[in-house]
């Protein structure tokens, strides 16, 4: 069973600074991994997508690396803003299957 | 594109009632419709999945006899939770998907408070 662990929990940091989220998963045979953000009482959004053939994926400030053979995907986020504020979910594919992991609780403090 | 509407977006009622919440892929076939729960502080767990057209497969653990889900369509799925009471209250999340394997587009989540 694949088991999907985010690294931390939560993070609090100042505003501008850069920072790196992690994302580790048990089993390499996975067909995609997703970054996603959920603000309070919402969904999800997905932030950007990797396949499994891919080693990273980049939209503006935010960078997505996959390192298959190690289990580990980082999300990077430059020069964080305070609207940056919200919980950051991985989720790994295999089959048709998503399995998440629990979140990191990111604060951008002014 | 790739747009999920779920609604109602939140729903407040007394134990015993039943509560239908509806998922719409808007500009997309879904073939494949998910069905999560989440709980405060924690990450969304699998309920179901759902072809359209077939009987839903259910994770290990949910009553499907509590949870019924119909995908008569490939835009709409539907979820309702039949007698709810106060353990069911939760934040329901749907996510559609136009392929095996491919990306899960989610809707906003329904709030549902049982009293």
């Known amino acids: 069973k694949q088991e999907v662990t985010q690294i931390p929990a939560a993070l609090s940091v100042p505003e501008g600074e850069n920072l790196v989220l992690n994302c580790s998963f048990t089993?390499?045979?996975?067909?995609?991994l997703q970054w996603f953000r959920q603000d309070p009482g919402k969904g999800l959004t997905s932030l950007l997508l990797?396949?499994?053939?891919?080693r990273e994926q980049t939209s503006g400030r935010l960078n997505a690396s996959l390192d298959k053979s190690s289990g580990r995907s980082t999300l990077y986020i430059a020069a964080s803003q305070p609207g940056d504020s919200a919980t950051y979910l991985c989720?790994?594919?295999?089959?048709?299957?998503?399995?998440f992991g629990e979140g990191t609780q990111l604060t951008v403090n002014p | 594109g790739a747009v999920v509407s779920q609604h109602p977006s939140r729903v407040i009622c007394k134990s015993g009632t039943s509560v239908k919440i509806e998922c719409r892929s808007l500009?997309?076939?879904?073939?494949?419709m998910f069905w999560y729960r989440q709980f405060p502080k924690q990450s969304l767990m699998l309920m179901a999945t759902?072809?359209?057209?077939?009987?839903?497969?259910?994770e290990q653990g949910v009553e499907k006899d509590k949870f019924l889900i119909n995908h008569a369509s490939l835009t709409l799925s539907t979820l309702t939770v039949t007698s709810a009471h106060p353990e069911d209250s939760s934040f329901y999340i749907c996510?559609?998907?136009?392929?095996?394997?491919?990306?899960?587009?989610f809707g906003d989540g329904t709030r549902l408070s049982i009293l």
């Open positions: 996510s559609a998907a136009d392929g095996p394997g491919q990306p899960q587009h």
């Open positions: 089993d390499s045979a996975i067909y995609n």
């Open positions: 990797i396949q499994s053939s891919q």
């Open positions: 989720g790994e594919t295999s089959g048709s299957r998503l399995t």
């Open positions: 500009d997309f076939q879904a073939t494949t």
């Open positions: 759902s072809n359209e057209g077939s009987k839903a497969t259910y």
